[in-house]
């Protein structure tokens, strides 16, 4: 697409209005109940839609093709980031009531920092094609390690701090408890910060982790940084109210590693292929259609074969807990027997 910087200035305006008018809304901390989250979900997948109709509209059907190919992939990689924020949150002790606080300021980082890789990633696809190489490669290399360690069922306990969280919080120093939507605070005269802040770092700056495999995924299925850009704004500003939502229901999701990885995998040999291509070798490039019937058919397989294997396992565990309780009860009534004769 051609976009202007009118264009883009417009649509980063657009966007600022949208975050304020969630931060206005979301104002006041308060535990997010599950009619507000399903409702604030849909209003943001909405939105989403609606501009990619705009695309398709004043832009092309290959520009609005490509937008929610990025958007639902971006989407599914943003799920599986809600396991890390559940740690964090946890690790962190957040109380209920300030969350939905802590993931729209951190959200907003991320938001800031992939900006900032969309823009490092557009500077070197313009200048060296042979980096699809590279992105290919790491994202069959991330796609297998995804199926790795599901099939280890390794469980995420614990999540450690990244470096420059600890450097923060070594040089600023941190409170011993929360002081409501406080950031800093005063302690003998010392400006410190508050657990909240650590945590809205937390949040922000682990995003980077997720953005080393997320932003060559989109890249593979668009090298526009408008589509790009405007795919993870979306993707990104629904995640505060989806992590609400699903949040009961990620233990749910089993195989999703299994279908991320699939469609990591998948783009990866697109991005080998379309970098064969660049470089005069006759090959068969995969088209858009194709790519979003891929991505959209792996995460309705994965989504029903987690929902049935959920319910399987949980009807196998509650028939190990009634086999456990039988034999207790006929012992205490073969006792009870002895006892009165």
Excluded at 68 to 93: C, H, P, Q, R, W
Excluded at 102 to 130: C, K, T
Excluded at 175 to 197: E, S, V
Excluded at 252 to 259: D, M, N, R, T
Aim: net charge negative.
């Amino acid at each position: 697409m051609d976009v202007s910087m009118t264009l883009w200035v417009l649509t980063i305006l657009g966007l600022v209005a949208l975050i304020g008018a969630d931060f206005f809304i979301g104002r006041k901390p308060h535990d997010v109940s599950v009619k507000e989250a399903g409702i604030w979900t849909i209003v943001w997948i909405v939105l989403a839609a609606l501009f990619g109709v705009g695309l398709l509209i004043w832009g092309s059907s290959q520009a609005a093709g490509e937008f929610f190919a990025g958007y639902i992939t971006e989407k599914s990689l943003s799920v599986d980031n809600l396991f890390v924020f559940v740690l964090i949150m946890a690790k962190f002790s957040v109380p209920s009531h300030l969350q939905q606080r802590v993931l729209l300021v951190g959200v907003l980082i991320a938001l800031v920092l992939r900006a900032i890789f969309i823009a490092a990633g557009a500077a070197v696809i313009a200048n060296f094609s042979w980096i699809f190489y590279i992105f290919g490669a790491f994202l069959i290399y991330t796609a297998w390690k995804l199926i790795q360690e599901a099939r280890a069922d390794e469980d995420e306990d614990d999540w450690e701090e990244n470096r420059l969280l600890k450097s923060a919080e070594k040089r600023f120093g941190v409170a011993d408890r929360y002081h409501g939507t406080k950031l800093f605070i005063r302690n003998n005269g010392k400006r410190i910060m508050t657990p909240l802040m650590v945590v809205m770092l937390a949040i922000g700056t682990t995003d980077i982790l997720f953005a080393l495999d997320s932003i060559p995924a989109i890249f593979g299925l668009t090298q526009d940084p408008y589509i790009v850009f405007t795919a993870n704004a979306f993707a990104l500003m629904g995640l505060r109210q989806l992590y609400f939502l699903i949040g009961g229901l990620l233990k749910k999701l089993v195989h999703l590693s299994y279908g991320l990885s699939v469609i990591l995998g998948f783009i990866g040999v697109k991005l080998v292929l379309h970098a064969l291509h660049e470089s005069g070798v006759h090959v068969p490039e995969i088209s858009i259609p194709f790519s979003l019937a891929v991505i959209g058919g792996v995460l309705v397989i994965t989504t029903i074969t987690s929902l049935i294997a959920s319910k399987r396992q949980a009807a196998r565990e509650e028939a190990e807990a009634a086999k456990g309780e039988r034999p207790a009860a006929e012992s205490g009534d073969a006792e009870k027997d002895s006892v009165d004769a």
